[in-house]
């Protein structure tokens, strides 16, 4: 009889161990499927390692804001200084102002405890600030190769994010409509010249520059071929336009979404660039400086680019 009891405590003994076995395997691979999966972004300032669905996310790049907000991604932080109009609702209380877009709080960004950070050029300088608080990617467009940088940038977007599918029905939509637009501006020999209008001067850019994609990718041929590309363009004179006398004159007014008035027009419009085919054909076009020069570079905003120069293009 104690023979067997022994025999049956020693049973107990070896369910009870196996049973233990079997919730310490169980905890730690639920440890592993509940534990960050983490994603290695390659960008222009370095390899990133990043968490996949991050939670909290500070953004200072207003395409990457118009592509996160297009994919219904929530962010927790924004430089609510630098927002374009069609972006405001940023401004709300539940999201967190982290400062200017060339001067960001690094206090705020801190107290955060972001997830992940995504800068593009105005903050390119600081990032070996922004990687001590966080996964710090860039995300800027390549002006040189405007479409093959955007498109990345989406993608990565919906890598990290988990909208692979979405982002690659937003860019077939955006394709079908940058062809139609090319196929119509390529058969057009009207040329166009883009200027930035700002506190009465003015700066061209052509090829390969900022808003170069007019040429580049939308297909509008350029009135001035020798224009240097650059960030800030090159400064002109009004007898500058006079002498290119474009058929277009795209004009991005920089104090509508910095200073907030608009003034190009009245500085534009004068009597020297009255005398353009530009004019006399009611061809000065004001692109809308939120997609522009705010947030180029976005799944809202390169669409509406295209939109514009699309309606502007005379068969």
């Known amino acids: 009889m104690k023979k067997l009891a022994t025999l049956f405590i020693a049973a107990m003994l070896i369910v009870v161990l196996a ?10 691979t639920e440890e592993t ?29 207003m395409g990457t804001l118009d592509s996160l907000d297009k994919l219904g991604v929530n962010v927790t932080g924004v430089p609510k200084d630098g927002l374009p109009s069609y972006l405001s609702k940023y401004k709300d209380a539940k999201y967190k102002n982290v400062g200017g877009l060339k001067e ?7 107290q955060i405890h972001p997830d992940l950070i995504i800068i593009s050029g ?4 600081l990032y070996d600030k922004f990687k001590k608080i966080a996964p710090t990617i860039y995300l800027g467009v390549d002006t040189k190769n405007y479409m093959k940088s955007f498109k990345h940038n989406a993608e990565t977007l919906g890598d990290i994010f988990d909208k692979k599918s979405e982002v690659k ?10 062809k139609a637009l090319h196929d119509k501006a ?17 700066s061209a850019y052509g090829e390969g520059s900022r808003f170069g994609l007019i040429h580049d990718v939308f297909g509008v041929k350029p009135a001035d071929k020798n224009i240097k ?25 920089r104090g509508a979404v910095v200073g907030g008035q608009s003034s190009a027009k009245q500085v ?48």
């Open 268 to 315: 534009v419009e004068n009597a020297i660039v009255k005398k353009t085919k530009a004019y006399k054909e009611h061809q000065i076009i004001y692109l809308n400086p939120n997609y522009w020069y705010l947030s180029g570079g976005g799944l809202i905003s390169v669409p509406e680019m295209a939109k514009e120069i699309s309606d502007s293009i005379k068969p």
């Open 229 to 253: 590309a650059s960030i800030h363009g090159q400064s002109i004179s009004f007898e500058y336009i006079l002498d290119k006398n474009p058929d277009y004159l795209f004009v991005v007014d």
């Open 186 to 202: 390529s058969k057009s020999d009207k040329k166009g010249l883009i200027i930035l209008a700002n506190d009465g001067k003015a």
């Open 104 to 110: 960001p709080d690094f206090e705020k960004v801190d």
């Open 19 to 28: 049973a233990c076995g079997s919730n310490s395997k169980d905890a730690s």
């Open 33 to 61: 499927a509940s534990g960050d999966e983490k994603l290695t972004i390659k960008h222009e300032l370095g390899t990133t390692e990043v968490p996949k669905n991050p939670k909290k996310v500070v953004v200072f790049d």
């Open 122 to 125: 105005r903050q390119a300088n």
């Open 169 to 178: 029905k937003q860019l077939a939509k955006i394709d079908d409509q940058i």
